[in-house]
C-alpha cells in the first residue's frame, strides 16, 4: 500500500513514480448572505472553478491508488462584498482518514478559518504558483493561497498519521504560504500580528521544533492507537494515551498552543467513544487529561467519562 511505500519514496524519491492526484476533495460555496443585488452565477463559477483546480491539481510525487485518496471537503461561507468583486468568507476544512479493519473514519482536519478575503471576477483564472505565492494581485492570489495551504496542512496530517514525521515536507509547504503569503489592508490570517488562532501560528507549531511532540502524537494516535483497536483493544488505548501525555509535555510548557486546539477539533465524541468502556482507574486519568487538554469540550469528558 502507499501508505507504508511513502516513506522509501521519501528517502529514494518519489519523482520516478507515475504520479496520481492524492485528493477527493470537494467545495462548496455559499452566498446566501450576499445581497441579491449580486448576480449568483459568478458564485457557480467560481466553486466550478475552485473544484477543478483542486481536483486537476497534483500536491505530491508519490503514487495514489483510486481507493487512497484524501477525502475532503471545503465549505467557502462568503459572508460580504467589500467592494466591487472583492469578498470576505469564513472557510470550513474537513477531511478524514480510514481507521484499518473498520468503516469508521477519523478526522485529520475540522477547522473553520474565518479570515479569507480575495477578489474575484467570473471566469478569471484560479491560479496558484508556489514560487510565487503573491502573484500580480494579492487580492486575486489570496484564495488560492489559503487553499494550497490547508491542502498542505491535510496531507501533513494525514502522512504523519502513517510514519512518524513523515508530513514533514508538506508542513514545510505550507510554511512557505505564509512566509510568501499575500499582502494587503483587506488580507488576514497570515501573520502573527492577525490573532492567536491563525494560519501563522498553525504552520509554526506544525514545524518548530518546540512542538516536535505533536508529530509523535499524531502517528502514536492513528497508526498505534486508532488502527490497532480492532485487532487489541488495550493495546490501541495505551498508545492514544500515550499521545495525550504528548500533548500534555506541550501544553504544560506552551499553554493553549493552537497546534493542540486543531487537533482536538471534532475529536471529542471519537476519544469518549475510545475510552467509555475502559476501567475506571484509565478512564478516570484520561478524563483528567482531557479536561486539561480540551477546554471546549471538558463538560462532554465529565459527564461522560464518569
Request: aromatic share 12%; with cysteine.
Amino acid at each position: 500500500m502507499r501508505k507504508y511505500i511513502l516513506v522509501l519514496v521519501l528517502l529514494i524519491g518519489g519523482s520516478n513514480w507515475i504520479l496520481a492526484q492524492e485528493l477527493e476533495a470537494r467545495i462548496t460555496v455559499n452566498a446566501q448572505r450576499v445581497s441579491t443585488q449580486v448576480d449568483r452565477k459568478i458564485f457557480q463559477t467560481l466553486q466550478n472553478s475552485l473544484n477543478t483546480f483542486l481536483k486537476n491539481r497534483r500536491w505530491t510525487n508519490d503514487k495514489y491508488q483510486a481507493n487512497e485518496k484524501i477525502v475532503c471537503n471545503f465549505f467557502l461561507n462568503i459572508s460580504e462584498v467589500v467592494d466591487n468583486n472583492i469578498f470576505k468568507a469564513a472557510l470550513t476544512i474537513q477531511a478524514a482518514r480510514p481507521v484499518y479493519n473498520s468503516n469508521y473514519e477519523s478526522p485529520l482536519v475540522n477547522f473553520i478559518d474565518e479570515f479569507v478575503s480575495f477578489r474575484y471576477v467570473e471566469y478569471q483564472p484560479i491560479e496558484f504558483n508556489e514560487n510565487r505565492v503573491s502573484g500580480n494581485d494579492p487580492l486575486v492570489s489570496n484564495l488560492t493561497a489559503v487553499l494550497a495551504y490547508y491542502v498542505y496542512i491535510i496531507l501533513g496530517m494525514d502522512y504523519d498519521s502513517y510514519a512518524l514525521r513523515a508530513g514533514d515536507p508538506y508542513f514545510q509547504k505550507a510554511l512557505n504560504i505564509v512566509n510568501n503569503s499575500p499582502d494587503g489592508r483587506e488580507i488576514t490570517g497570515w501573520k502573527m500580528s492577525d490573532g492567536l488562532r491563525n494560519r501563522y501560528f498553525l504552520a509554526d507549531n506544525l514545524t518548530n521544533s518546540r512542538y516536535a511532540l505533536i508529530h509523535d502524537a499524531i502517528y502514536s494516535y492513528f497508526r498505534l492507537g486508532l488502527d490497532v483497536m480492532y485487532d487489541n483493544e488495550t493495546e490501541g488505548r495505551t498508545a492514544i494515551i500515550n499521545t495525550l501525555n504528548f500533548l500534555n509535555n506541550i501544553n504544560t510548557e506552551t499553554p493553549n498552543t493552537m497546534g493542540l486546539q486543531f487537533f482536538f477539533q471534532g475529536r471529542s465524541s471519537e476519544l469518549i467513544g475510545a475510552f467509555k468502556k475502559s476501567l475506571p482507574d484509565e478512564k478516570s486519568r484520561v478524563r483528567e487529561l482531557l479536561i486539561k487538554l480540551d477546554l471546549s469540550s471538558a463538560n462532554k469528558y465529565s459527564q461522560e467519562l464518569k
